[in-house]
């Protein structure tokens, strides 16, 4: 059984630029959250996806957005990259609606830079 | 908005001493519990969670966690910690998001070092 994976690991971007990050799911894992964790912090909820629709969304602009695939693996876009963009993307799964008693299972991030 | 509390920062303790770190929800609904570790260098890995049911729960690694309801508390203690045992603990709750999603709401992290 494979774990969650994410490309690239790192990535270094400039201001107004797009950025787009992937992961995999774990096998059988059909829900995928993605998370942001600023250094010092803790990850922040950016949205999840469930079935290749967005099923909820944290305080984050509509600049972040995402894609599920059929095989359950989920891309982040970012669009004009600010500098406060720069952190810790993270992608975490989970098998089924994660409101069950179902536990979320994370990647091992991105890492991107703004400069 | 839900929250939750880490009081501890940073902790450092000798090895083979015991280990207590604290951890506070603000929410009134049903909560799902979690505590993650991320080891130097690597992603983050779930420690222990509770759903429902005896409020002791125990993990991977000799670690443990209490849910006690009336405080809003699910502290992480573990006996006898271990040097390998350095890293940075998240506490978490599951709680409804917007649509039908439900998200994890983390602490902002204890780090602790163990020493030789």
């Known amino acids: 059984e494979t774990g969650v994976t994410q490309s690239p690991t790192h990535l270094i971007k400039t201001r107004g630029q797009q950025v787009t990050l992937r992961c995999s799911s774990q096998s059988g894992h059909n829900t995928v959250s993605w998370y942001q964790q600023a250094l010092g912090q803790g990850p922040q909820f950016i949205f999840q996806?469930?079935?290749?629709?967005?099923?909820g969304r944290g305080n984050f602009p509509p600049r972040f957005s995402g894609l599920q695939f059929p095989n359950y693996s989920s891309e982040l876009n970012v669009n004009a990259l600010e500098l406060d963009d720069s952190a810790l993307y993270l992608c975490a799964s989970s098998s089924g609606l994660a409101g069950v008693e179902l536990a979320q299972y994370f990647g091992p991030g991105t890492r991107l830079l703004v400069l | 908005a839900q929250s939750v509390s880490q009081h501890n920062h940073h902790v450092i303790l000798s090895e083979a001493a015991s280990l207590e770190l604290g951890c506070n929800y603000s929410y009134g609904g049903t909560v799902n519990l979690f505590w993650y570790v991320q080891y130097p260098g690597q992603h983050l890995q779930l420690l222990l969670k509770?759903?429902?049911?005896?409020?002791l729960v125990k993990g991977i690694k000799g670690f443990e966690a209490e849910f006690i309801k009336s405080k809003f508390s699910f502290n992480l203690r573990k006996p006898s910690v271990q040097w390998s045992d350095t890293a940075e603990y998240f506490c978490?709750?599951?709680?409804?998001?917007?649509?039908?999603?439900?998200?994890?709401?983390f602490g902002t992290g204890t780090r602790l070092q163990v020493t030789l």
């Open positions: 509770y759903f429902s049911g005896d409020p």
């Open positions: 978490a709750v599951n709680v409804p998001a917007t649509g039908t999603a439900s998200k994890l709401t």
């Open positions: 996806y469930y079935r290749e629709e967005e099923n």
